[in-house]
């Protein structure tokens, strides 16, 4: 189901990069003493965890893309095959860069991964727009006593703005 949303918008203005990493925490309803769950955080919209990775395993990530991005709009980029790797230190993270792929996109293409996949993006170097909704997608139930914090499967009403 459904769990979470952002949007993700890069332009002349407002402009950032990402390092290379793997997306290990959930949004959740509230914060529980569930085993397995940790670096617990509490942000603005809410709480967040990171589970074990059997949870993350399921998780899957789909990019709607608003705008065409091209190489110099900030393109997201992806070291293949390495969301099969579990949870990669930040020192294997970087040594496994040296077999990323850039993912240029034209508006309305639909790009999807799993949350582990060593991604990063970086800075735009044109003018153009980059916005990007980004789904997440989990299983419908989550074990002892953990909820989605949209819980009936629908995402924000409207998506967290994240730029």
């Known amino acids: 189901m459904a769990v979470q949303c952002t949007l993700f918008e890069k332009s002349e203005s407002v402009n950032w990069l990402v390092p290379v ?9 509230r914060r529980t003493d569930a085993d397995g769950m940790r670096g617990w955080s509490l942000k603005e919209d809410g709480w967040y965890v990171q589970p074990p990775l059997a949870i993350l395993e399921q998780l899957v990530a789909v990019r709607l893309h608003l705008d065409t991005c091209a190489a110099e709009d900030g393109p997201l980029y992806v070291v293949p095959g390495s969301h099969t790797q579990g949870v990669i230190s930040a020192q294997n993270a970087a040594a496994l860069r040296a077999g990323e792929r850039a993912c240029p996109a034209r508006a309305g293409d639909v790009l999807a991964m799993k949350p582990l996949l060593l991604h990063r993006s970086s800075k735009s170097s044109g003018a153009s727009r980059r916005r990007v909704l980004h789904f997440l997608f989990g299983p419908a139930s989550m074990p002892q006593g953990i909820e989605w914090r949209e819980q009936e499967g629908v995402c924000y009403e409207s998506c967290r703005h994240n730029n």
């Open 21 to 29: 990493h793997q997306d290990l925490s959930i949004p959740v309803r």
